[in-house]
């Protein structure tokens, strides 16, 4: 197998399959897709967002050059002050602040993807009290609406080429995300330090005006850019804000972004109260689509949910992939092997590449040795090899700090994703799928029990999840996944069905079968042995298969050194005991 085709096989194994390690830069690739979805910040849709900015990154960026006024200035101490009082009147509103995106100028059309209609105007509407939010984008013969609120636990879109709404759950992590970040809108001095941190803004020139009832503050950039942290960081050239005298209330921002980019914000406050999708004109008539799960669905939802938290409590466990020859024999030079371990709230997962050094057409590989009694190395054997190995990607908690393969440390902003990317990497995760690796949040995701006589005594779950491609558009995933109550509701088959763009022709098609289960010493059971059938599809018919195979050993209550628990980067580990 060359390395395209292990590469690619890998990534669709990894983003599809239910237990799996996952190879050097595919993770990496697939978890910034992963990201984009749940941060919004990265993809086309980030460019969109630059200028439609969801009226969110424009508010943001007032925040910027506030913040970078207050910090930054050289002015005299009376004008900062001064701007100090508007930043603590503005973080001390509670209630329902509306931001309305207005004079939108696009200089450089390839700003946005091409895909994108025609836009006239956007807004977002902010309660600082519980979190709600509100974004409205109106294009030139529609428009749509996103209503997402922390205390009903709804994320809803309406989409008004078609005049449907659909009504899905928020994510707790989401929920909490939003109510923090009310809680700090639009510019607490906590909130605009953040900011700036990230901004990482340069000197800036700041001239302060009477304009009637207003201060007027004009902002440049003196430096010719600023240094950002990557190629999606928002960045501005000069912004205008007016600031009522009377209130200290910011009322209206005008920014001028590269490319020729520009737009003016106005903000309003109270009046109106937005409590549902109709109040910002969703019509009455719209077809209701609610997708949230029903009643018997969130029983077992909350028992996956409950047995992940649960855990394996204290352990180290180790899992080996190989492939499978059309004989049914190993292949044993494009291995791969993933570490688990937890203690207290410490906890790791560690990928690294097994077996041959190249691949071959001739590019490195990197792999440690093949390792004996493979696939059931001994664990002291495995950890004597990879202590000083550098994985091929990881994350890595300590209890306080987490550290990532790609991110680096997971602080600031990134600390919101750790709960996801833990569901997604960690052991329990991988073994009780619960709501967020499956995915089930968002107007899109879908649920449902099903049973048949070939699965009999057991649970089925069957998904349907619309994932991102574009702005614009979203590719369907379906999977069933039978769970055996009887043996801790630990996984025995899923099938998994990726489509094309037009969500009828199949694209991809993988079958897990679990074939044996084993019990630790305190009764719990869990999945020891599967394979994975990979499958692709093209005109409608299947053109290539894979097969790979999975072990998995657990050692509970076996403690690693607290060494392993820091930068995987950092390969300072000593000699187990």
């Given amino acids: 197998m060359d390395t395209h085709n292990e590469r690619e096989i890998l990534e669709q194994l990894k983003h599809l399959s239910q237990i799996q390690p996952r190879s050097e830069t595919l993770e990496a690739d697939l978890r910034r897709v992963r990201e984009a979805l749940l941060t919004e910040s990265r993809k086309g849709g980030s460019q969109m967002r630059k200028i439609i900015i969801s009226t969110s990154v424009a508010a943001g960026l007032v925040l910027v050059v506030i913040a970078a006024f207050v910090l930054l200035s050289a002015r005299p101490a009376t004008a900062a002050e001064m701007f100090r009082e508007v930043i603590e009147t503005n973080g001390a509103y509670k209630g329902w602040i509306h931001m309305t995106l207005g004079d939108l100028q696009i200089g450089d059309p390839s700003v946005l993807p091409k895909e994108i209609p025609p836009l006239k105007s956007g807004s977002q509407h902010v309660n600082t009290t519980d979190g709600t939010i509100v974004n409205v984008i109106k294009f030139e013969d529609y428009f749509t609406v996103r209503f997402m609120s922390p205390p009903r636990g709804e994320y809803s879109e309406y989409d008004g080429k078609t005049n449907q709404l659909r ?22 001095l906590e909130g605009l330090l953040a900011i700036l941190k990230e901004q990482q803004l340069e000197k800036l020139e700041i001239i302060r005006t009477e304009n009637g009832l207003y201060d007027r503050y004009e902002i440049r950039l003196t430096e010719p850019e600023t240094k950002a942290r990557n190629d999606n960081a928002t960045l501005f050239k000069e912004a205008a804000i007016w600031v009522n005298r009377t209130t200290k209330l910011i009322e209206k921002a005008k920014m001028q972004m590269p490319k020729n980019v520009s737009f003016m914000v106005t903000f309003t406050y109270g009046e109106p109260v ?20 029903k009643a018997a669905v969130q029983e ?19 899992m080996t992939e190989t492939p499978l020859r059309e004989d049914g024999t190993l292949e044993t030079d494009m291995c791969a092997l993933h570490l688990f371990a937890q203690e207290a709230e410490a906890w790791l997962s560690c990928g690294y590449l097994v077996g041959m050094r190249q691949y071959r057409n001739g590019k490195p590989r990197q792999a440690i040795d093949l390792l004996p009694g493979w696939p059931f190395p001994d664990k002291d054997t495995v950890l004597a090899a990879i202590r000083s190995a550098a994985p091929s990607e990881f994350i890595v908690s300590d209890g306080e700090r987490t550290w990532h393969d790609y991110h680096g440390e997971m602080k600031d902003k990134l600390k919101q994703m750790i709960p996801h990317e833990r569901a997604q990497s960690s052991l329990p995760g991988k073994i009780w799928a619960g709501r967020s690796r499956m995915g089930l949040y968002g107007p899109d995701a879908k649920v449902e029990l099903v049973a048949d006589d070939q699965h009999p005594r057991l649970t089925g779950l069957r998904t349907e999840t619309m994932i991102p491609v574009t702005p614009m558009t979203k590719q369907k995933e379906e999977d069933i996944r039978w769970i055996d109550s009887a043996h801790d509701d630990v996984i025995v088959e899923e099938i998994v069905k990726r489509y094309k763009l037009d969500g009828q022709t199949l694209e991809a098609e993988f079958c897990t079968q679990y074939l044996e289960q084993k019990q630790l010493l305190n009764g719990q059971w869990y999945p020891s042995h599967w394979k994975v059938t990979l499958t692709f599809w093209r005109d409608n018919r299947p053109k290539l298969s894979n097969i790979r195979e999975y072990h998995l050993q657990i050692w509970p209550d076996i403690k690693l050194d607290r060494s392993w628990f820091t930068d995987r980067r950092k390969l300072d580990i000593p000699n187990e005991q």
């Fill in 167 to 188: 009504i899905g759950t928020l994510a707790d992590v989401t929920a909490k995300s939003l109510r923090e970040s009310a809680s700090k809108s639009p510019t607490t």
């Fill in 300 to 318: 077992v939802l909350d028992r996956l949910d409950k047995r992940y938290r649960q855990g394996f409590g204290d352990y180290v466990a180790i």
């Fill in 274 to 293: 937005i409590n549902d999708v109709y109040d910002v004109g969703v019509p009455r008539d719209a077809e209701v689509v609610n997708n949230r799960p």
